[in-house]
């Protein structure tokens, strides 16, 4: 059906283009206007004496044919609009969450502590004393 539509709709415009083209290629009842304009006097050297038949019959045919392609498309998007499915073809659409407006004033930065920490004592020194390996130390 999605191929179809753009398709009658093509088809639409062509047949509006000819309609417009028969009606301006016809003669007036007074012999005068667009229809001399356009050709009036061809047509009937191409068709015969009889061209206002031939004319109004594809007139007839071609308005016909207009407005049942129009009824066509017209139930032909009702058609597809009802019938389309609710994801198909689209990108899913993925739930973000709402987060807090942002405040208005800028919030002051977090104050940074820039004394340096005590240093942590050292530990106790022993009650003996060391040895110094050129004092002769341990000699009675």
Not at 22 to 43: E, R, W
Not at 76 to 93: E, V
Not at 116 to 139: F, Q, R, V, Y
Request: avoid cysteine.
């Amino acid at each position: 059906m999605s191929i179809l539509l753009p398709i009658l709709t093509f088809v639409l415009v062509v047949v509006a283009f000819f309609l417009v083209l028969v009606i301006l290629m016809q003669k007036a009842k007074s012999d005068g206007g667009m229809g001399a304009a356009l050709g009036g006097g061809m047509t009937e050297a191409t068709f015969g004496a009889d061209t206002g038949n031939v004319l109004t019959k594809a007139t007839v045919n071609a308005s016909i044919l207009f407005f049942v392609l129009s009824f066509a498309l017209y139930l032909g998007w009702i058609y597809q609009l009802k019938h389309a499915t609710k994801g198909g073809g689209a990108l899913p659409t993925i739930s973000v969450p709402i987060l807090p407006p942002a405040p208005a004033t800028p919030a002051a930065p977090p104050k940074v502590n820039m004394t340096p920490a005590p240093l942590a004592p050292l530990a106790p020194a022993s009650n003996a004393a060391p040895a110094n390996p050129g004092s002769g130390a341990g000699k009675p």
